[in-house]
């Protein structure tokens, strides 16, 4: 290995490997550390390098020092553990005399990122003459080795990567090597692996045009394409992931279908198209791409794929497509399939709550949303449509703790105010239900449901000059004439039962209900208790709404249905 400053590392790295090792080569570049000290007493070889900025220089001084027929390169930040241990030390005794072998093994690397990836990377290969890295950095050792005849073999040996464990040094690394990569290029502009290297450094770095410009040389290749298929795969592959953080779903479209065609009943690539697809709200064909993906199985290659996340994002989008192609129960299945693979969990219990809530399963919905909550990943419309799940089966004061949080969360979330209202409406809390419908015209002053309820509150608590304003406002808003005097509450009635019946010839059964209970209110008679009692079946209202209309009625026992003030609506009222 090579190291620089890793005195902290390299005990973890070497000790559990020192039973199966022959010796252990460390090339030193330069540490002000104990790393030399350390490397010693663990029984290392220590050599001095200065470094020159070539990793590949660098590596291939401890390939000169090596004297075994095999050589395991690390990191000091590698970490193998003790089954894959017993796993070398097998390996070990079943190596080719020939020297004729070279092994991918399985890098595990934490990315802040991309999560947990998994690749295969050359890491075992014979000690011959001519087995040399090349690159200055992200050094391979496979075109060296390939000139030479060796064979190349995949093994399930894991070696587990720590270096890239924060995002700050991931971009401090990718700077040096993109320094030292551009350097290069202008020495190596035909180099393809340059070329690959500097659009991975690029798009880590947030610079996905620039990283595409370089792979468009790669996949131009045609002498590549026919010679280096996995790795013109990987590179065009790459290439699309690029269109698509940077939006460019079309190309990335075309990129990928033709990447199916050539390279059948790879998983990845229908997943990719997939995908793309999805985010061009393409659903139909997301669906048949994501199902085809699921034919077949994942495989680990060169190019590092987080496959928890992507099992997720598989079930997960096409769940998304599923409900929005109106089939709930295949969406459901596949969000709760989303589950097993515990990455973004939250993001399936809050579509399968909201997908519950719009069946009208409320307990089901409750039980999704409490998961979220318990969970501390419930968001301010978690916790809404959670208290509104409690209000549609009657527990109260839950739902007003589930409003009251997600307010809490955001002060601005018009549905809790307008669902808190229409709660303490219900609970005949007037003044607090007021309170919440006038903080939401505050924010969207156009809510036409949030004045027919302060309309009804105003009616009972005889505001008459609020109640006139808000009936007003429905009338020009619907182009109803508006410039009416009136006599008395039956014509105030007959105006509230006229607003019904335009949000009625518009299908807009909740709103035509609402004005015609407050005409209800205002005025009761048979005509507008028909209508309501219509529009109240076709909505299918629950027992409590029910009940508030009967309400309506009783509220006229105590009060007196009749007033012979004249009223007056202009264009300034």
């Known amino acids: 290995m090579i190291v620089k400053n890793e005195a902290h590392n390299l005990e973890e790295c070497i000790k559990a490997l020192t039973g199966v090792l022959d ?23 220590v050599f001095d390098f200065p470094w020159c900025d070539d990793f590949a220089a660098a590596r291939n001084e401890f390939i000169r020092h090596a004297t075994g027929d095999y050589i395991l390169w690390l990191d000091a930040d590698d970490r193998i553990d ?6 070398i030390e097998l390996l070990k005794n ?104 500097a659009a991975r450094t690029l798009a880590l770095m947030g610079r996905q045009k620039e990283a595409i410009d370089h792979m468009k040389i790669i996949t131009a290749d045609k002498k590549l394409r026919h010679n280096e298929k996995k790795f013109y795969l990987e590179s065009a592959l ?54 085809r993906s699921l034919l077949y199985p994942l495989e680990i290659s060169l190019f590092p794929v987080n496959f928890q996340k992507l099992k997720f994002d ?5 769940a998304k497509c599923y409900s929005k192609n109106g089939q709930k129960e295949l969406a459901k299945e596949h969000f709760l ?6 990455n973004n969990g939250y993001k399936s219990y809050r579509d399968l709550g909201l997908l519950s809530l719009m069946e009208g399963n409320f307990n089901e919905a409750i039980k999704y949303y409490e998961n979220l909550s318990s969970n501390g990943e419930a968001s301010d419309q978690d916790y809404t449509n959670l208290g509104l799940a409690y209000r549609k089966i009657g527990l109260y004061n839950k739902a007003e703790q589930a409003f009251r949080q997600g307010l809490e969360i955001n ?31 505050a924010l969207a002053p156009d809510l036409k449901d949030v004045r027919l309820m302060l309309s009804d509150i105003y009616f009972r608590s005889y505001d008459l000059d609020n109640l006139i304003s808000q009936c007003d406002y429905l009338l020009k808003e619907l182009d109803l004439n508006h410039d009416i005097v009136i006599n008395n509450f039956e014509e105030l009635s007959e105006l509230y039962e006229k607003i019904g019946d335009t949000f009625s010839q518009h299908n807009q059964r909740g709103l035509s209900f609402l004005s015609y209970r407050t005409a209800l209110l205002i005025f009761p008679n048979m005509r507008i208790l028909e209508k309501i009692i219509y529009e109240a079946k076709a909505l299918g209202l629950t027992q409590k709404e029910i009940e508030n209309i009967k309400e309506v009625i009783e509220f006229h026992k105590l009060k007196d249905t009749q007033n012979d003030s004249t009223f007056h609506f202009s264009e300034d009222t």
């Open 23 to 45: 010796e252990i080569i460390v090339v030193d570049t330069g540490s002000k550390d104990q790393t030399r000290e350390v490397a010693k007493s663990l029984g290392a070889k």
């Open 82 to 87: 003790e089954q894959n241990v017993k796993k």
């Open 94 to 197: 079943e190596f080719s005399l020939g020297r004729d072998k070279a092994y991918y093994l399985i890098i595990i690397n934490q990315s802040p990122v991309d999560g947990e990836t998994y690749f295969r990377q050359l890491r075992i290969f014979p000690n011959v003459s001519g087995a040399l890295f090349e690159g200055k950095v992200h050094e391979q050792i496979y075109y060296s080795l390939k000139r030479k005849g060796v064979k190349f073999e995949d093994l399930d040996i894991e070696i587990r990567h720590i270096g890239y464990s924060n995002s700050e040094t991931m971009i401090k690394k990718a700077q040096r090597n993109l320094s030292i990569i551009e350097n290069e290029l202008k020495l190596r502009p035909d180099d393809i692996v340059l070329h690959y290297h």
């Open 238 to 291: 790459l290439m699309g992931k690029f269109h698509i953080e940077l939006g460019l779903y079309r190309d990335a479209i075309s990129l990928f279908d033709e990447l199916s065609k050539e390279f059948k009943n790879n998983a990845l690539i229908h997943f990719c198209l997939g995908q793309a697809h999805f985010l061009s709200k393409n659903y139909t064909q997301a669906i048949e791409e994501f199902n």
């Open 314 to 318: 598989l079930h997960f989008n096409l």
């Open 337 to 342: 399939k989303s589950l097993e693979f515990k």
């Open 411 to 441: 002060p601005q979330r018009i549905e809790a105010l307008i669902n808190l209202g229409y709660l303490y409406h219900e609970n005949r809390n007037y003044f607090q239900a007021e309170d919440c419908f006038k903080k939401s015209l």
